[in-house]
């Protein structure tokens, strides 16, 4: 695999390129919107939500730039990664390269993004006076498990939207109850220990509990938060290869 994405290294950073490009083609702000809509929405939840959740919580806009910002990455790179094989699929018809680097570039635009919102996030933890210390390497363990929980999910999307396209209307309703069942704007508290431990049946949650630990707790969290993740993110990886090893040449007969 290795040896073959090298061999197409140029094509799959003309690809990144062109999805970049493409993205903000025709945008007055550009790269902007980057940073703007993740703020865009974090003030509306704000707004909307203090009054109900946050009136006496400590840090509740850190808190919930925690939960966007990982579920609109893990949104983003989802949502756009399911089209990356029937959206290319005039160039893998035509021309013998490996699948995957179609999903993989959708990834790359969408880390881009992910880093240039963590950044405006570290300018909030500093408004909100959250204390940084050596802990916050820490945080590179989930946005490394994040990037290939979401290529993981992302091969098996694609895969499914070649043969089913309804998958891209039942996607948009499941990532809406998905954000809710992420306690993005709520505290899991108020419920019973054992329900608050079914919250982590939810990757996305898991994520986002990884995040708040760090950096609102200042604490590294424990082992088996580690594990869980780092078994999401496997499972989400063997799967989705599995698919695009089973199916990569019915993909040529349905796109």
């Not at 949502?79 to 179609?102: C, D, E, W």
């Not at 994040?146 to 309703?173: E, H, K, M, T």
Request: with cysteine; proline share 3%; net charge positive.
């Amino acid at each position: 695999m290795i040896n073959r994405f090298k061999q197409h290294q140029f094509l799959f950073e003309e690809l990144v390129k062109r999805d970049f490009k493409l993205k903000y083609k025709r945008t007055i702000l550009g790269v902007a919107w980057s940073m703007l809509s993740p703020l865009l929405t974090l003030l509306v939840m704000r707004i909307v939500f203090t009054q109900f959740f946050g009136r006496n919580m400590e840090n509740y806009t850190t808190y919930l730039f925690c939960g966007n910002l990982v579920f609109s990455y893990f949104n983003e790179s989802t949502s756009q990664g399911m089209s990356a094989l029937v959206g290319n699929a005039g160039i893998f018809t035509k021309v013998n390269v490996p699948k995957y680097l179609f999903l993989f570039s959708k990834n790359v635009q969408a880390l881009i993004n992910f880093g240039l919102t963590m950044i405006v996030f570290f300018l909030f933890c500093v408004l909100d006076q959250i204390m940084f210390t050596w802990k916050f390497i820490f945080l590179l363990y989930p946005v490394v498990l994040l990037l290939f929980f979401n290529i993981g999910l992302g091969l098996i999307l694609s895969a499914l939207y070649v043969f089913f396209r309804d998958i891209q209307y039942l996607w948009s309703i499941f990532t809406q109850l998905l954000m809710y069942l992420s306690a993005i704007f709520y505290t899991v508290d108020m419920y019973d220990p054992a329900i608050q431990n079914l919250f982590y049946l939810n990757p996305i949650y898991t994520f986002i509990a990884y995040l708040r630990t760090v950096v609102l707790s200042g604490a590294i969290p424990p082992v088996w938060m580690h594990l869980l993740l780092l078994f999401y993110t496997l499972l989400a990886l063997r799967i989705g290869f599995w698919m695009y090893k089973n199916y990569n040449t019915r993909f040529l007969y349905y796109v």
